[in-house]
């Protein structure tokens, strides 16, 4: 028996006793049909449900919640699996109990930083998961309609997660004992996580979608057709912010197609043309300078990986900062957020973005970090001609074979056992130093 089941094997034994639904899977069980009551009132109990107090159900899930976490594994997924999850049903039955699973792994990742708790945006993170694992928590197979509303308020919900969980991860950097290296870390790996869990979130609400279903994974993606409407977009931004934007070449090489997320590739690319454009912009001062060294996108690839370079002549990158790109603390531009005095970061008083909520073209340094497409298999490698220009590389899985990057293990120390009350849960839980 594992270290988690032997602390914590009330809540599953008691629903198992109780004869409370049981999944497919033997490892796990089904929705609690708990309900939260004031008082435990054994008369006024349904068949098959046990009333606890409000406080004893959060305790519960809270305990469940760490089950989830420390003795059920996600499973890791291809886009070719993804894309050919299409019966509703059956998709639902696995995200019932996948998405809980996840969001529980993100709340132990959350607590294995130190300190976590004196921060509000890291508190803020994880009272977004616990709540997303307990909206999951209270449904069951049957409930089709109320599931893909949860799902969708989930979603709308944990939208500012990126910035959240970025303007946290910094803050705490600032204000603790936290190297760079444990904040790209943490960062790295819990948005690595989120971006499968939101995957297989729109997949459920794109094949249930009522009048066009469809995938969220495209069979055919063009990543030429992708990367013209990527551009497009950031030079609009640019021309927004400069007045002017520098001319953007695509080659297509290959007339490619492969299963890929085209939101995804849309992404990655915009943010990579953000750069060259920014870059072309502060070395020209107009686009008739610039003409003559447009930034050229070219599209190739073979049987096995499809390749998108993006060069530009926007000066480089000196060679002793290639590591700290990768960074999500390192930005050469006005950051788009600044520090208060508490280790929070608030947006730029006098920032463009505020003005007019036109997003700035650069600045919260997390573009290429969040542009490496590890998720899906491929990587990202940027190669600089200091004083000319540089040159990106995307590399992408063609097959749509490659395993989502998800770590099935856990390093984060398990909460000790009977500190739940009065929030003592979360200092003992944070006062373990984790191995990040
Ligand atoms: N094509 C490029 N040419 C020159 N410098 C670049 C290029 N791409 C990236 N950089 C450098 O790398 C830094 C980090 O880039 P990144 O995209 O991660 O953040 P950012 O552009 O500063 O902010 P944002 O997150 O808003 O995109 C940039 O600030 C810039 O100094
Ligand atoms: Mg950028």
Known sequence: MNRACRLWPLPWRACANLGFRTLNSASSYSAFSFRASPTFTASSRLPGTVEVSKQRFEELLESEMVHFARAMKPHPMTLQQIL????????????????PIRYARRVQLIESLPGWNSFGSMRMIRSLYFDAFRRLRALTQEDKDSFRSELQAIKRRNGNMLFHVVRGARAMRTNTTLADEQVNRFLDEFLTARIGTDILSSQYLAITRPDT????????CDPVGVVRSAA??????????????PPIDIVDVGQVRFPFISQYLNYIMFELLKNSLRAMVEKFGSRPEAEAYPIRVVICGDDDTVVLRVSDSGGGIPLDDMEQVWSYMYTTARPACEEASNGEMSPNEDDDSDDDGVAPLAGFGCGLPLSRPCYVGGWLELNSIPEFGTDTYLYLNRAGNAQEELRTDLDAALPIRGSLLNGAYYSSASSVSPNL
């Open 84 to 99: 050919h999850l299409r019966d509703p049903t059956e998709l639902r039955e696995f995200l019932l109990e996948e998405l």
């Open 213 to 220: 279903p469809t995938s969220v994974v495209n069979p055919e």
């Open 232 to 245: 497009r977009d950031a030079a609009t931004l640019c021309r927004h912010h400069y007045g002017w934007s």
